[in-house]
T-cell receptor, first 115, second 111 residues
């Protein structure tokens, strides 16, 4: 199993540009999520999904869109990039048990710089 | 808002010593998870402890959970230089799927 994969690893954008960060998992996990991590800080939840067709907002959703058309993929779209979105982005997935999330498996991250 | 808050923010110890990190949270939880992150890398899961458990072990790691105090601790025994990393706790807010991470404890183990 590849686990959780993310592409690209690095990206530089200009203010106002849009782009999509890709995330895929091959563990048939129901739960997938996107986090951002700013220097010296913990992870903050952007959006999450508990299954295909179901998404919800996390702690810092503004400026980001998600969709979940398949169990495997959970792309994150930046609509109009701003310097404040410069960060490292992590995708994670987890199985669920009786409505509870289990261990989360993380991708390697995408380092995004917005100029 | 910070659901999980770690204490201390940074910890420097000698190889062979024990390291203890604490985490506090605000709402009810179904489980609490501890993760390790080496510099610039993704997070690696260490231990998940459920709300009906009080203590859990995995190798040199020991996690305790006190739901009455809304706190957890991670103990690393006989630390090694390779344990140098940041350690985070995470919980599902209100027992749900909205995961909140603390700011982490940065552990430095001197050889």
């Amino acid at each position: 199993n590849a686990g959780v994969t993310q592409t690209p690893k690095f990206q530089v954008l200009k203010t106002g540009q849009s782009m999509t960060l890709q995330c895929a998992q091959d563990m048939n996990h129901e739960y997938m999520s996107w986090y951002r991590q700013d220097p010296g800080m913990g992870l903050r939840l952007i959006h999450y999904s508990v299954g295909a067709g179901i998404t919800d907002q996390g702690e810092v959703p503004n400026g980001y869109n998600v969709s979940r058309s398949t169990t495997e993929d959970f792309p994150l779209r930046l609509l109009s990039a701003a310097p404040s979105q410069t960060s490292v982005y992590f995708c994670a997935s987890s199985s669920t048990t009786s409505g509870t999330m289990n261990t989360q498996y993380f991708g390697p991250g995408t380092r995004l710089t917005v100029l | 808002s910070q659901q999980g808050e770690e204490d201390p923010q940074a910890l420097s110890i000698q190889e062979g010593e024990n390291a203890t990190m604490n985490c506090s949270y605000k709402t009810s939880i179904n489980n609490l998870q501890w993760y390790r992150q080496n510099s610039g890398r993704g997070l690696v899961h260490l231990i998940l402890i459920r709300s009906n458990e009080r203590e859990k072990h995995s190798g040199r790691l020991r996690v305790t959970l006190d739901t009455s105090k809304k706190s957890s601790s991670l103990l690393i025994t006989a630390s090694r230089a390779a344990d140098t990393a940041s350690y985070f706790c995470a919980t599902g807010e209100g027992g749900g799927f909205k995961t909140i991470f603390g700011a982490g404890t940065r552990l430095f183990v001197k050889a």
